[in-house]
């Protein structure tokens, strides 16, 4: 099982949790993974098969998209970020 | 017992000396002045570096580090520089030469001196404890001076960035800020205090920034920065742009200009207890739009007003970013180029990934698709 790290704004799709585990060998199939056991946060990065475009996905500290995509590889030892963009700074 | 004038004759007949001409004859040759600093500042020779004879044999091998190099070394009359190198022979440099006459001749003859710029004593004693740091010293010190950076908002983010750029010295800040001071703001945003609840931010930073140090700059904007208006606070001339806007249109818009421009952007977000910093770094490295093509939707983008945030967490943010623009400034180290520092502030934990340019980038990619501004407002919203 893989390490995924859940970013905080998508926490409550999580039940809370700040890291999830995921089974498969490549992106894809963790990803696929991730939807059947967390569906609410699997649906939020990953839908029809694509990556959602504001989720970055880094795997051993490599974003995917610089590598081979969906493809990338990923072991069970693996750490796999999901993050999208925070905006918050200034707050009012 | 020998006496200084017996010592001085007969080491002086232990080293070479050379004149000025036969010196600037020398090829590749590092001038080294050993006089004090007072002197210093009353005018060197060009290219001269200064290592106080007091300092010499523990600076010189930093300074000149390879020992076949060429060693003019000089005071003010030549007899100081005699005694120096005779000290630099035994340290093995090859080839010593003493200035014979030294500044005062070299002065005399009408050759090229420059002045130092150099730091009044009030700053000398000021800026102390950077002036100790190799890394940093009075040139650095004097590159602080002299940069210009922009605050984007000046909020939780932008207390901490512009306290700690003012007592380090940063010579103009500009603060980009609509808001009034507020007390849900005094949980974070240290910049501002009981004293300015109702007063803009602006104005209370300012109070904040030359109640610790007078000396700087500081030029407030108390607007919303927008397309419209960010062209007119950019011609005022930025160096660098701390970005701790709140929203994402402002992220994308500050992306685009500092691209277009080639102003580096300290980037630091944060949401309840997780952080980002990186620097974009134009066309050297990735831009925001290279990480983040595209904004989350609305609803995946809480602000901290929506979402809250633990108060220390923009203080520990702000400052990794005051860190980032101090050495940029100072130009010194590494600088989060292409590197996203990820901080989670509840685990104690700092992650690092890598990012990369995107060929493809709208704006900074080899075919730009955006090269004006945008409805940034609309972009985010899709």
Known sequence: ?92 | MTTYRELLAKTRGEIDEIDARGARALDGAAWVDIREIDEWQEGHLPEAIHVPRGNLESRIETAVPDKATPVVLYCASGNRSVFGAKTLNELGYDHVYSLAGGFTDWKRNGLDIVMPRTLSPEKRTRYSRHLLIPEIGEEGQLKLLDSRILLIGAGGLGSPAALYLAAAGVGKLGIIDADIVDETNLQRQIAHSLDTLGTPKVDSAKRAINGLNPDVDVIGYRERLTSENIDRILDDGWDIIVDGADNFPTRYLVNDASVWRGIPVVHGSIYRFEGQVTVFKPHEGPCYRCLFPEPPPPELAPSCAEGGVLGVLPGIVGTLQTNEAIKLAAEIGEPLVGRLLLLDALATEFNEVRIERRPDCPVCGEHPSITEYIDYVEFCAR
């Open chain 1, 1 to 92: 099982m893989t390490v995924v790290r859940v970013p905080p704004v998508l926490r409550a799709e999580a039940g809370g949790a700040r890291e999830v585990e995921a089974s498969g060998d490549t992106v894809r199939a963790l990803l696929e993974d991730l939807s059947a056991r967390v569906p609410a946060l699997g649906t939020k990065v990953y839908a029809e098969g694509e990556l959602q475009s504001f989720v970055n996905v880094y795997v051993d500290g490599e974003d995917v998209r610089t590598r081979d995509g969906l493809d990338t590889p990923v072991r069970d030892t693996s750490t796999v970020i999901l993050l999208p963009a925070m905006a918050g700074g200034r707050g009012r």
